[in-house]
């Protein structure tokens, strides 16, 4: 992951300036008077901070979900809201500019968590607006759209009056097709707003040769049929055609049965289930869907599923969710399925 060459260095804005921008933002926000003459406004469509001299490299312009912003500086004091935005950071060597974290929704990635594990959570789930301006962040990074929830007082429009940059997660800029391709773009993009594009394309290449091993050793093997359990009683939450889950599945070696469902996510009866056959169970872990073992517990339970393969001969791998988002998990997941859908080529 990371190799260990030093950041770029930066200038962390003074104690002064962060609290002329938190308190000019707090005032923003309870509908107070509008402080202006600060010397840290930037327009709301989110241009770039003023400063002396451009940093080397820079400036780097990025268009994201449609949000143009220009920076002349890599950020120095980052909010990541939900867990696969952080663990990309951390895996870029980024711990040094993360002033703080939230929403974990599943393990972290061993050779993450101690680094993970010291930045200040600051929240269980989306910390409010107000909670995120007293973290004073210059960047907020958001995994799911619901980082930067409208009515919730969140918009990146907000964050901007704030004099705040956002970068949301690509998978949710209203893509209709996911793929590992987006995984390597979103790592290379980060990478360059903060200045360290050897070090993400060092870490493209590395999980590409992950997969890359992967591939190989379950190539010319019979691709077993797996069903994504997500959640659900009444019908079952599955992983569609356009999912990068679907595309995990492939590469390992497998088969998607719900692969013709022209969506991201869906709902298929669990008739469908049972006339598909899958082999084997993938089931998705994350927090507020119910813990794997109360999953597994509810599909052994149901008669009308005795008969389906993967229940009848308990083949279930369970998967956290964002090892199937947009960031550095999907070449883990790979290799983690390929072992459990073809243990044979592992041996």
Known sequence: ??????????????????????????????????????????DTAGGARPAASAAKGFPVTIDNCGIRTTYKKPPSRVLTIHQHPA??????????????????????????????????????????????????????????????AENEGRSRKAFAD???????????????????????????????????????????????????????????????????????????FTAGGKSLGTEIIQLAGGRNVFADLDKVFGDASWEQVVDRKPEVIAIYDYTGAG???????????????????????????VLPLTATLVGVRPPYAVAELARALHPERFR
């Open 1 to 42: 992951m990371y190799d260990g060459t030093p950041c770029p260095p930066f200038s962390p804005p003074s104690a002064r300036l962060r609290r002329t921008r938190r308190a000019a933002a707090l005032a923003v926000a309870l509908s107070a008077v509008l402080l202006t003459g600060c010397g840290t406004a930037r």
């Open 87 to 148: 663990e990309l950071m951390l895996a870029l060597g980024l711990r040094d500019r993360m002033i703080g974290t939230a929403f974990p929704d599943s393990a972290v990635l061993p050779e993450l968590r101690a680094d993970y594990a010291a930045i200040p959570r600051l929240a269980k789930k989306e910390p409010s607006f107000e909670t995120v301006l007293e973290a004073d962040p210059d960047f907020v990074y958001g995994g799911y759209a619901s980082a930067f």
């Open 162 to 236: 704030a004099g705040i940059d956002t970068y949301l997660n690509r998978e949710y800029c209203g893509k209709k097709q996911v793929s590992i391709r987006d995984t390597y773009d979103e790592i290379r993009t980060i990478g360059s707003i903060f200045g360290v594009r050897e070090r993400a394309d060092k870490l493209v290449a590395g999980l590409r040769a992950r997969v890359d091993r992967t591939t190989e050793a379950v190539k010319g093997a019979p691709a077993v049929p797996v069903f994504v359990y997500d959640s659900g009683d009444k019908a079952a």
């Open 291 to 317: 813990s794997v073992e109360q999953k597994k517990k509810f599909l052994l339970s149901q008669p009308s599923l005795a008969d389906v393969p993967a229940v009848r001969n308990q083949r279930f791998v």
